[in-house]
């Protein structure tokens, strides 16, 4: 089933951000942030191939994943996305957020376009996230973006799931 019908990639900007498709010009900054399948990029071939999955994915209609750019430099300061669940109209909204940029409202601007986009566009009814229980900065942003916590994983996880009545 095709879950995405555009022509284009969606690029979806706001006052501050912008999210964007990744370009392979974009992937040299990313390595450090480069992921797939919970494994990270050590080289700059590695974090190719994994955008190179990233894309098919997008194209299968399993995910969507942005790059976060500056609205004043355009650079990419992270990244964002659904990652599963899309099938079922649902979907498990992920970030990473290169250091320099860590405590200055990128994430918390790009996640509430994504969470617009996932709500208004896709139509999602269900939006969730997993982070680690140690990880206090993404456990505010998370609360701060009106999700509540909803389950301790075996894994050392905790989910979060957004409240079904957040107008963001």
Known sequence: MKLFQYDNFPHVTGNRVSLRQIL??????????SFYDAVRAETAQQAVEMQVKINQDYLDGNSIHWGIADNVTHKIVGTCGYYRGLDKGEGELGCVLLPPYYGKGYMTAGMTL?????????????????T?????????????????????????????????????
């Not at 900065?137 to 998370?142: C, H, N």
């Not at 909803?150 to 799931?161: N, S, V």
């Open 24 to 33: 392979e010009t974009d992937v040299e900054d990313l390595i450090e942030i």
């Open 114 to 130: 994504a969470i617009d986009f996932g709500l208004n566009t896709l139509g999602l009814k269900r939006i969730w996230a997993a």
């Open 132 to 168: 680690d229980q140690q990880n206090g900065p993404a456990i505010k942003l998370l609360e701060r973006l009106n999700f509540v916590k909803t389950a301790d994983l075996d894994d050392g996880e905790i989910e979060y799931e957004l409240k079904p009545t957040s107008n963001l």
